[in-house]
């Protein structure tokens, strides 16, 4: 099945700084999701990038994709302690319409 | 819109037990799905389902039983459960399927298994 992997799987910053997360996939896709879960909660939708775009932002929020070197990377700018949460990408698995795959995730802790 | 919600938040339960976990959706969405978090996996999708009356297995499906009467409802049963499947359980939802639909979660069923 197709799987984001998500890095790096940890990543602490002070607050103010940006924040980088990448996320690298093996076969062809027509979108790819990120999302993020605070401690104890459910997931989030940020954005959804389609395989024909190459970059989408939401707020402070940056996603590109490289579907020639099959990656993602998600930008945090100007980064808040309450953007402390893990995040995801997910992909469709395009051999089942019907199934989401995600990634392990990585975990962002920004420091006050 | 109370969006997905899912119940219990906790349960303990003994090893052969069983119990059904709640998932009910309020947006009308066709796509629904249970998923199970264990530390350093992701999230796995146990199963799914694209329409009332319509269930299909995901990644790891033993163990456990779905059915979908209702466009609102889509619970997860455990007949007999095993301490293998303690977990943090998620269920979501879509309007659609997952090529193109952000999938909306609910904030999870802890379960512990004796």
């Known amino acids: 099945s197709q799987q984001g992997e998500e890095d790096p799987q940890a990543l602490s910053i002070q607050e103010g700084e940006n924040a980088t997360m990448n996320c690298s996939y093996k076969?062809?896709?027509?979108?790819l999701q990120w999302y993020r879960q605070n401690s104890g909660r459910g997931l989030v939708h940020l954005i959804l990038?389609?395989?024909?775009?190459r970059e989408k932002h939401s707020g402070r929020l940056r996603v590109t994709l490289d579907t020639s070197k099959k990656s993602s990377s998600l930008l945090i700018t100007a980064s808040r302690a309450a953007d402390t949460a893990s995040y995801f990408c997910?992909?469709?698995?395009?051999?089942?319409?019907?199934?989401?795959?995600f990634g392990e995730g990585t975990q962002l802790t920004v420091n006050p | 819109n109370a969006g997905v919600t899912q119940t219990p938040k906790f349960q303990v339960l003994k090893t052969g037990q069983s119990m059904t976990l709640q998932c009910a959706q309020d947006?009308?969405?066709?796509?629904m799905s249970w998923y199970r978090q264990d530390p350093g996996m992701g999230l796995r999708l146990i199963h799914y389902s694209v329409g009332a009356g319509i269930t299909d297995q995901g990644e790891v499906p033993n163990g456990y039983n779905v059915s979908r009467s209702t466009t609102e409802d889509f619970p997860l049963r455990l007949l007999s459960a095993a301490p293998s499947q303690t977990s943090v359980y998620f269920c979501?939802?879509?309007?659609?399927?997952?090529?193109?639909?952000?999938?909306?979660f609910g904030d999870g069923t802890r379960l512990s298994i004796l």
């Open positions: 997910a992909l469709p698995w395009v051999a089942s319409g019907s199934r989401l795959t």
């Open positions: 990038i389609r395989s024909n775009e």
């Open positions: 979501a939802s879509s309007y659609g399927g997952v090529l193109d639909q952000p999938q909306h």
């Open positions: 076969t062809s896709i027509n979108n």
């Open positions: 947006m009308n969405h066709e796509y």
